[in-house]
């Protein structure tokens, strides 16, 4: 998963705590991604960022914002965390033909 | 929107056998990609398909774009413990606006020594 670092990787919040997810990458590329990832429901996409300044609503946004903070980083935020939101969230920058380049994951844990 | 339906969900064999799965949708794609992804790690890409009918090697591993540009299989041959994890599909179309790569399931693989 070189090139595209996340940050935490394990997280335990409390249910209305607030956090935020960061992923970083180091390969230059306009588009990015959040997805998270639920036994049998594979990787549903949160939000993306086509370029720098820019932020789209994915299949499963509710509950979470996003930050194109710079062509670098791009943040995952939860203002008020709830138990259906325990997953695994992915991070991705696109690679054009090649498709995407994830990140190794956060595990994040709601109680 | 876009959908992939992959198939099996999971396998459970024996080392030593070769295995299948594979993926449709009722939509074309421009390129097909299967990922792996290993227990606690990020998905890696195996395999890149560009064109219909391309069929493409990788070790052990056999893919194939179907001729429609609807559908893709995967292949492993004589699989080993270290094949176990998820196999996600993958179709690809340049532009859209919800990102443009849409996700299969995942097939989850178990491989008995």
């Known amino acids: 998963n070189a090139g595209v670092t996340q940050t935490p990787k394990f997280q335990v919040l409390k249910t209305g705590q607030s956090m935020t997810l960061q992923c970083a990458q180091d390969m230059n590329h306009n588009s990015m991604y959040w997805y998270r990832q639920d036994p049998g429901m594979g990787l549903r996409l949160i939000y993306y960022s086509a370029s720098e300044g820019t932020t789209d609503k994915g299949e499963v946004p509710n509950g979470y914002n996003v930050s194109r903070l710079n062509k670098r980083e791009f943040s995952l935020r939860l203002e008020s965390a709830a138990p259906s939101q325990t997953s695994v969230y992915f991070c991705?920058?696109?690679?054009?033909?090649?498709?995407?380049?994830f990140g190794s994951g956060t595990r994040l844990t709601v109680v | 929107g876009q959908q992939l339906n992959q198939s099996p969900q999971s396998m459970f064999i024996q080392e030593g056998e070769d295995v299948s799965m594979n993926c449709t949708s009722s939509?074309?794609?421009?390129?097909w990609l299967w990922y792996k992804q290993d227990p606690g790690e990020g998905p890696v890409l195996l395999i890149a398909?560009?064109?219909?009918?391309e069929l493409t090697s990788n070790g052990r591993l056999t893919a194939q774009f179907g001729i429609t540009r609807k559908d893709s299989f995967l292949n492993i041959s004589a699989s080993i413990p270290s094949d176990v994890g998820i196999y996600f599909c993958a179709g690809l179309n340049y532009g859209g606006s919800q990102g443009n790569l849409i996700f299969g399931k995942g097939t989850k693989l178990s491989v008995k020594p």
């Open positions: 991705a920058i696109s690679t054009g033909g090649l498709g995407y380049t």
């Open positions: 398909l560009y064109k219909a009918g």
């Open positions: 939509s074309i794609f421009n390129t």
